[in-house]
C-alpha cells in the first residue's frame, strides 16, 4: 500500500513538473504603440474605443495566420504592451479615414508605430458652448472623399470617450449629401429636455462628429470639451 | 614534433597568402553607367500630370483602304452586313474626306458608310477634334497580338505615322501604349525589339522630329498595358518586370506606365493575388487602373469614393503617379451576340462621364485616361457617333446611338471641359457642365 502511494506521489510529482513545463513559455516581451495622424495636418485623428476603428495584426511564422485586433483610444492612440518580439502584417481597418494597405513591421521592444491617414471629414473651427439652457455646437465639415456626409452629431457623456456608440445624451441631424466647405453646421441639446441623464451642477463631457456614407466607416470627431451645466 | 611546428605555422602561412591575394585583385569599380539624359528643348508636354489623354484603337480597317485586312474590328464571322458586326456606336463619317461604303443601309434606303484609320485625313480630322476641343492627345494602342503578323504590323505602323503626323500638326500629345492582351512570356523579347525598331524608324525621342511625344520625369513615356490581371494570362508579373527592366535599360531610357487591374492594391477581385505587382509597380513611373466595367452611374460612389484616394495616397507615399480611368458608357451587345448587353452602363448624356471626371478631380488625381477615343466595339468611343434613331439598320439587332437630343460631338465637348478642369481653369464643380 506504501508502495503504491509512493507511486502515485512519483506519478504526481512527474505530472506537475511537466505541467509546468508547458507553462513555461516566454511572456510577451515587447510593446507596440503609436497614433493615427492626420496626414495633412499631423494631428491625431480622434476615434471611438467602442466601435471604432481597428488595427488588425498577424503574427509571421504561424500557418493559421490568425487575424488579432487592437482598439484605438480616443485621443487616436493606441498602445500593446502584451505582444511578442515578431513580425507582423499590421492593418489599420474599419476606420474613419481612407483605407491604407497592410505593412509589415518587425516589433521589437518599445516600437513605435505611426499611421499617416486620410480623416474622411475634418470638423473645422469647432465651438461648443452653453447657451441659454442649451448647449450649442457649430463647425465647418472638410469631407476629403467624394462620398456624402451621411449625418452629424453631438454627443454627451459624463467621461471623456465619449462618442456615438457611448453618449448619455445627443442631438443629430441627417445630411445625406455632399457639404460645402463653407457652411456652418448648427446642432443644439437641450438640456432642461434631458434632465433624467444631466444633472444640473454636474460636469460632462461633449464632442461633436460626423460620419461618411462609405461601407464600414466610423465617425470622425473634434476633441471632446468638457462643460459644467 | 615537426607536424606540430607545422601546425603553428599553417595560419600565418594563410594569412600570408590572403594578404598577396588582396594586393592581387584590388575591387574592380564598375563603371557607373551613365542614365539618358534628354534634350527637352522645345517638347510640348513634360509630364503627364494635368493632362487628360485617351487611348486610340486604331485598329479599323475597311475594303479598298490599301491595308488588305477587310473590314477588321468592323466585321464579325468573317462578315460585315446586317446581323454582322461587333460594333455597337456607328461613328458619324459626316465630315471624313474618304469614306467606305458598307452593305448596312438606313432606313431610307442611303448606304450607311465606315471610315478607316489607314487613311491618313482620317487620323488627321480625329486630332484636328482633339485640338478643337481642347483634349491633350492619345495613347496609340499597339496590339502585340496584331503586330506580331506581318499585315498587323504593317496596319498599325501606318496608323502610328498617320497620329505621329496629325499630333505634330495639331500639338496634341501622343504616347505608345503596348496592350498585352493575348500576349505569352515568348512575346516580350518581340515586345523590345518593336519597341527598339519604332524608335529608330520614327526618331520617337527626337526633340525636333516630334516636340509632341509625352515625356514624364524627364524621359519619354511608354505605356504597358496589362500587367497583374487574374484572367488566366500567358504571362507572369515576372515577366513584366524583366520587360520593364529592358525596356528601361542601364540607362533609364523611357519612363513607363503600366495599365493595371482595378483591385492592384489591395490584390483582390480582378488582381492576381501577388506581392510582385507592388514591386513591378513600384518600378514603373505611372499607373493607369482599368476602371471600365467595375462600375456604374448607382455603384460609382460605392466604390470608388474610397479607393481612389486610397490608390493615390498609396502611390503619394510610394513616389508613383497616377492617372484614373473615366469611361462614358459601355455596351456590346452586337460584340457578344446578347441584346441585353446594348448599354449596358448608359452614358446619362454624360452625367456618369462627369461623375468620375469630378471624383478623381476632387480625390487628388492630376491626369486622367479616357477609355477610348473611338472605341466602338465596346461602345466607349467619346469621338463623334451616330446619334440613337439615325443608325443604320441592323437585322433583328441594331446600333446603340449616343442620345437623340446631343449633339454628335457631345462626347469630345465633355472631355475637353475635363481637360479644362485638370489644366487648373476654376469654376468646374461636381455638376457636369452646360454646354452654351
Known amino acids: 500500500m506504501k508502495k503504491t502511494k509512493t507511486y502515485i506521489s512519483a506519478l504526481l510529482v512527474a505530472f506537475l513538473a511537466s505541467a509546468c513545463s508547458i507553462d513555461n513559455y516566454p511572456a510577451p516581451d515587447a510593446q507596440l504603440y503609436g497614433t493615427f495622424l492626420d496626414s495633412e495636418t499631423n494631428e491625431p485623428v480622434e476615434q471611438d474605443i467602442i466601435r471604432g476603428s481597428q488595427i488588425e495584426f498577424i503574427e509571421h511564422g504561424y500557418s493559421s495566420e490568425t487575424k488579432q485586433t487592437m482598439l484605438v483610444k480616443n485621443d487616436g492612440t ?78 454627451v457623456h459624463p467621461e471623456p470617450s465619449v462618442g456615438e456608440p457611448m453618449r448619455t445624451a445627443l442631438a443629430e441631424q441627417e445630411i445625406n449629401a455632399a457639404t460645402d466647405p463653407n457652411k456652418v453646421y448648427k446642432l443644439e441639446l437641450d438640456v432642461a429636455a434631458n434632465s433624467n441623464v444631466l444633472k444640473a451642477g454636474n460636469q460632462y463631457f461633449f464632442r461633436a462628429g460626423a460620419i461618411i456614407d462609405a461601407p464600414e466607416s466610423k465617425f470622425n470627431y473634434a476633441k471632446a470639451v468638457r462643460l459644467g451645466l | 614534433m615537426r607536424l606540430l611546428h607545422l601546425f603553428l605555422l599553417l595560419p600565418f602561412l594563410s594569412f600570408s597568402c590572403r594578404g598577396a591575394d588582396d594586393d592581387d585583385k584590388k575591387p574592380i569599380e564598375p563603371k557607373p553607367v551613365e542614365e539618358v539624359k534628354y534634350d527637352e528643348t522645345g517638347v510640348l508636354f513634360k509630364s503627364y500630370k494635368g493632362l487628360v489623354m485617351a487611348g486610340y484603337q486604331g485598329w479599323f480597317t475597311a475594303e479598298g483602304d490599301g491595308a488588305g485586312r477587310g473590314w477588321h474590328h468592323y466585321q464579325k464571322n ?58 491633350d492627345g492619345v495613347y496609340m494602342q499597339r496590339f502585340v497580338g496584331e503586330v506580331k503578323g ?127 505587382l507592388h514591386t513591378v509597380i513600384k518600378s514603373a513611373d505611372v499607373i493607369m487602373p482599368w476602371a471600365v466595367g467595375r462600375y456604374n452611374a448607382s455603384s460609382y460612389t460605392d466604390i470608388a469614393g474610397t479607393h481612389l484616394p486610397a490608390d493615390i495616397a498609396w502611390c503619394k507615399t510610394n513616389n508613383i503617379d ?74 433583328d439587332g441594331k446600333f446603340v446611338g449616343i442620345e437623340p437630343d446631343l449633339p454628335s460631338d457631345h ?16 469654376g468646374f464643380t461636381a455638376q457636369r457642365p452646360v454646354r452654351k
Open chain 2, 150 to 276: 506581318e499585315s498587323g504590323k504593317k496596319h498599325f505602323n501606318k496608323v502610328l505615322a498617320n497620329a505621329l503626323k496629325a499630333s505634330k500638326k495639331y500639338g496634341r500629345a501622343i504616347s505608345i501604349m503596348y496592350d498585352l492582351s493575348g500576349s505569352a512570356s515568348a512575346d516580350m523579347d518581340f515586345i523590345v525589339k518593336d519597341w527598339e525598331e519604332l524608335q529608330k524608324q520614327f526618331l520617337l525621342f527626337d526633340n525636333k522630329e516630334y516636340p509632341q511625344y509625352l515625356r514624364h520625369n524627364g524621359r519619354p513615356l511608354l505605356a504597358i498595358w496589362g500587367v497583374g490581371f487574374n484572367d488566366g494570362r500567358k504571362y507572369t508579373i515576372a515577366d513584366i518586370q524583366k520587360l520593364v527592366e529592358k525596356l528601361k535599360g542601364p540607362t533609364k531610357k523611357a519612363s513607363i506606365l503600366l495599365g493595371v487591374p482595378y483591385y492592384w492594391r489591395t490584390l483582390g477581385n480582378d488582381t492576381e493575388n501577388s506581392q510582385l
Open chain 1, 78 to 155: 493606441y498602445r500593446n504592451n502584451l505582444i511578442f518580439s515578431n513580425t507582423y502584417t499590421i492593418t489599420p481597418v474599419r476606420g474613419n479615414f481612407v483605407p491604407l494597405t497592410p505593412q509589415e513591421v518587425t516589433v521589437k521592444g518599445e516600437t513605435q508605430l505611426d499611421f499617416k491617414v486620410q480623416p474622411y471629414i475634418r470638423l473645422k473651427d469647432v465651438k461648443i458652448e452653453k447657451v441659454g439652457s442649451k448647449v450649442v455646437a457649430t463647425f465647418k465639415l472638410q469631407q476629403t472623399v467624394i462620398n456624402n456626409v451621411r449625418k452629424i452629431g453631438l454627443y
Open chain 2, 322 to 395: 497616377y492617372a484614373p480611368l473615366v469611361f462614358p458608357g459601355f455596351s456590346w451587345g452586337n460584340l457578344k451576340n446578347d441584346k441585353s448587353l446594348y448599354n449596358q452602363i448608359p452614358r446619362g448624356k454624360g452625367d456618369f462621364l462627369w461623375q468620375q471626371v469630378a471624383g478623381a478631380k476632387l480625390s487628388g488625381a492630376e491626369a486622367l485616361y479616357v477609355a477610348m477615343f473611338d472605341e466602338v466595339d465596346e461602345g466607349t468611343a467619346i469621338f463623334k457617333t451616330k446619334k440613337e434613331g439615325e443608325t443604320p439598320l441592323n437585322a
Open chain 2, 411 to 426: 462626347y469630345l465637348w465633355l472631355t475637353g471641359q475635363a481637360a479644362r478642369w485638370f489644366h487648373g481653369e476654376s
Open chain 2, 78 to 135: 468573317g462578315k460585315f452586313e446586317p446581323g454582322f458586326t461587333s460594333i455597337d456606336f456607328w461613328p458619324d463619317v459626316t465630315e471624313y474626306s474618304k469614306t467606305y461604303n458598307t452593305a448596312f443601309k438606313y432606313a431610307d434606303g442611303t448606304a450607311a458608310k465606315v471610315y478607316s484609320p489607314y487613311d491618313e485625313e482620317s487620323v488627321d480630322l480625329h486630332f484636328k477634334w482633339m485640338q478643337e476641343h481642347d483634349i
